[in-house]
Nanobody, 118 residues
Framework: QVQLVESGGGLVQPGGSLRLSCAAS????????MGWYRQAPGKERELVARITSGGSTNYADSVKGRFTISRDNAKNTVYLQMNSLKPEDTAVYYC????????????WGKGTLVTVSS
């Protein structure tokens, strides 16, 4: 099994920055790509950013140029650097790990809340 634990959320003013971390433990070798998703109140969960095991990345249009996803394989950790935060970025942010062999098996963390407000 794989365990994912997010951290780094909190309250930040518009225009501010936060860095989220997702630490993976357990059967790390089962994971290939990892991603950050978010879910705002009353909305569906959406992809924010994704990074493959080879380091290729993709982003939601709404965060391009403001957010950066990265991974440190030695630390089994994925990061999401969020700059120029906007109130509409307020959401619970979840980390997801994709199974390397089965596309329909994913591992999720419990989420960390990001609130952007003055």
């Amino acid at each position: 099994q794989v365990q994912l634990v997010e951290s780094g959320g909190g309250l930040v003013q518009p225009g501010g920055s936060l860095r989220l971390s997702c630490a993976a433990s357990g059967s790390i070798s089962l994971i290939s790509a990892m991603g950050w998703y978010r879910q705002a109140p009353g909305k569906e969960r959406e992809l924010v950013a994704r990074i493959t095991s080879g380091g290729s990345t993709n982003y939601a249009d709404s965060v391009k140029g403001r957010f950066t996803i990265s991974r440190d394989n030695a630390k089994n950790t994925v990061y999401l650097q969020m700059n120029s935060l906007k109130p509409e970025d307020t959401a619970v942010y979840y980390c997801k790990g994709e199974h390397r062999d089965y596309y329909n098996i994913n591992y999720w963390g419990k989420g960390t809340l990001v609130t952007v407000s003055s």
